[in-house]
């Protein structure tokens, strides 16, 4: 080989090296990446269904425990209704919460949220129904309000709502045609108590509630409490409802979601003197000791949904959207029948 070659070669290569070379040197002097800083607080989603102080003497004592059970700084979100609980998740301004099954299951599907535990009854029941209740003596019967004259005002539950709005759209109002925009002279949409007091103050003739609602107005036992529930009467019952979904962050950091599952189980578990004082905090939060659950806690809302817009399909004759919700329900009855039994 004749060396002109051989330095041409070299002084072709020689910028490559060079810039090789380069490279190699920023590699060695830069620094490690460093590691994402441990999460120290922990924000804890709850819809606000009174005032904040109120809240926070019924959920304070449980927020210090998880405190300092675990570690991390807990702080509560107050919510006005379910829609601000899954917002707060989406962009990240909370890490879990307390959800109905249907605020849950909107949780899952648009702010990346998980089912890890569900509550219970702190009698042991297991499930709840969602009512409508109305003025006792004011003659109002669920024949009255399906004539849709356009006389009443109606109190609704929140949108995302189970037993406020999704169970009586499927179960009463659906099969039976009927839109409440146009059945009621007007319709508001409220909290379960909001509706609880409306009614039984007289303020509004009828409106959707819950039986743990009215459970824990019967709990609290002031004699404000007493004289509402005295002032009202149940129309009409929904089929049972599943306990409320706990939802956490799918992305949380393991390590988090261990210390968090770790004092969630064990919380109020147990006969000693430590475990019934945590139960007399679950009861004024309206639960027992929570359970393991996953996100097939909420086929049974799925189910409802489903059969709702079936219902829906139906009274408009909409064959495209009748069978795209009969595949619906197919899809969730066959992850029925595979999901364990608890």
């Given at each position: 080989m004749k060396l002109g070659y051989v330095a041409a070669m070299i002084r072709?290569?020689?910028?490559?090296?060079?810039?090789?070379a380069a490279v190699l040197a920023l590699a060695a002097c830069a620094k490690p990446t460093p590691k994402a800083e441990a999460q120290t607080t922990l924000?804890?989603?709850?819809?606000?269904?009174?005032?904040t102080q109120t809240q926070m003497q019924e959920w304070g004592p449980f927020l210090k425990d998880m405190e300092k059970a675990t570690g991390l700084t807990v702080k509560p979100f107050f919510g006005s209704n379910y829609s601000a609980l899954v917002e707060a998740m989406r962009f990240k301004q909370s890490d879990l919460g307390w959800f109905t099954n249907q605020s849950g299951l909107e949780a899952v599907?648009?702010?990346?949220?998980?089912?890890?535990?569900r509550t219970t009854h702190p009698k042991g029941a297991d499930g709840y129904q969602g009512v409508i209740i109305v003025k006792k003596g004011s003659g109002i019967t669920l024949d009255r309000l399906l004539k849709c004259d356009h006389t009443l005002d109606f109190g609704m539950g929140d949108a995302k709502s189970t037993s406020g709005t999704l169970a009586p759209n499927?179960?009463?109002?659906?099969?039976?045609?009927?839109?409440?925009?146009?059945?009621?002279?007007?319709?508001?949409?409220?909290?379960?108590?909001?509706?609880?007091?409306?009614?039984?103050?007289?303020?509004?003739?009828?409106?959707?509630?819950?039986?743990?609602?009215?459970?824990?107005?019967?709990?609290?036992?002031?004699?404000?409490?007493?004289?509402?529930?005295?002032?009202?009467?149940?129309?009409?019952?929904?089929?049972?409802?599943p306990e409320d979904p706990m939802v956490w962050r799918a992305d949380l950091d393991p390590a988090v979601k261990k210390k968090v599952?770790?004092?969630?189980?064990?919380?109020?578990v147990g006969d000693?003197?430590?475990?019934?004082?945590?139960r007399a905090i679950l009861e004024r939060i309206q639960t027992g000791a929570f359970k393991h659950a996953d996100n097939a806690h909420l086929l049974p809302v799925r189910e409802m949904e489903a059969t709702g817009e079936m219902v829906q399909a139906k009274a408009k004759g909409d064959a495209a959207a009748l069978a795209a919700a009969q595949a619906k329900l197919d899809r969730v009855h066959k992850e029925m029948a595979a999901a364990p039994k608890s």
């Open positions: 072709r290569l020689a910028p490559l090296a060079a810039a090789l924000t804890f989603s709850i819809v606000s269904t009174e005032a599907r648009r702010a990346g949220g998980e089912v890890f535990a499927t179960y009463l109002f659906g099969p039976r045609g009927i839109d409440p925009a146009k059945c009621f002279k007007t319709v508001r949409s409220a909290s379960a108590e909001a509706n609880l007091y409306s009614v039984g103050n007289g303020t509004i003739p009828a409106a959707t509630d819950n039986t743990r609602s009215m459970d824990r107005l019967a709990a609290i036992g002031t004699p404000q409490a007493r004289k509402v529930l005295d002032a009202i009467q149940v129309i009409w019952t929904s089929p049972t409802i599952a770790d004092f969630i189980f064990s919380y109020g000693t003197d430590e475990a019934k004082r945590q």
